[in-house]
């Protein structure tokens, strides 16, 4: 089994001169059997790294690999290890559910079409339903439903929550939890917004400019951060700054301390995101 199923060495990736590295200098190892969130604003280029590793995207800087596999090498032997979920579910809509899960076994001869049919069905999708009838949130669980059904021990969502309302969000976790959880995969969820996967990841990659500003386990990230009104920092240097629930200037702390009060993931996100901002894109743009 290999440890570190996904990896990003040093990648870049731009899609003309002149213009801001939509990724630059990622460098990430996700370890086997985790569920990790990729968060950051739209456009931080977590669609071009995912891309990169269904090797859709080539990047001009560094290289990607899925269980030690380069797609630009060999993206069909990279490509047969991942289950895949875009934003916008690639359904037909005059097929049934049935009539995809058919299809995908077709199309991957290893696919498990009895288990992608256990998971419709606890979602109380019938299979014999035409896709065109079901609502967003029932395609998105039958889009889910075909990337587990092909036991790929890489699962790739790709901001698969965006267009899903808070229930059928969380029954969209749900069902990759326990997925994930009994098959010891490896998960990758990209969101721009961290209350829709905080449930279900236990590691964290937050995404700003194109650059990766923090990688830690959910638990680790909790433990080193704290927040503080901005105020109240006495000189302490701060990660970043952004405004609290109820509109006061809060300040990220990295560190503990006496009266300090444990941040929130999603304050640790803002607080992230608000040290490399947009306007700070053209750092990275070539000479």
Known sequence: MVETPLAAEGVGRRYSRGRPWAIKDVDLAIPRGSITALVGPNGAGKS?????????????????????IDPRRDRTAAVSRIGYVPQAASLYRNLTVDDHF??????????????????????????????????????????LAIALGTRSPVLLLDEPLASLDPLARREFL?????????TGATAILSSHIVTDVQQACD?????????????ATVAKARAEHRTVLEGD?????????????DGERLALLRGTGAG????????????YLSAVRPSSAAAQEAP
């Open 260 to 271: 300090f009060k444990e941040a929130t993931l999603e304050e640790i996100v803002l607080g």
């Open 174 to 182: 749900a069902v990759l939890v326990d997925d994930v959880r009994s």
């Open 48 to 68: 071009t790294l995912i891309r990169s590793w269904m090797g859709f995207e080539r990047p001009d800087e560094g290289r990607v690999l899925v269980q030690g």
């Open 233 to 245: 920092l006495a000189g302490r240097p701060a990660v970043g700054h952004f405004i609290g629930q």
């Open 203 to 215: 590691s964290l990659v937050v995404l700003a400019s194109g650059r990766v500003a923090l990688h």
């Open 102 to 143: 058919r299809f995908a076994a077709v199309c991957r001869p290893a696919f498990d079409r009895a288990h992608a049919l256990d998971r419709t069905q606890a979602a109380g999708i019938g299979a014999e339903r035409d896709v065109g009838e079901l609502s967003g949130g029932e395609q998105a669980q039958v889009a």
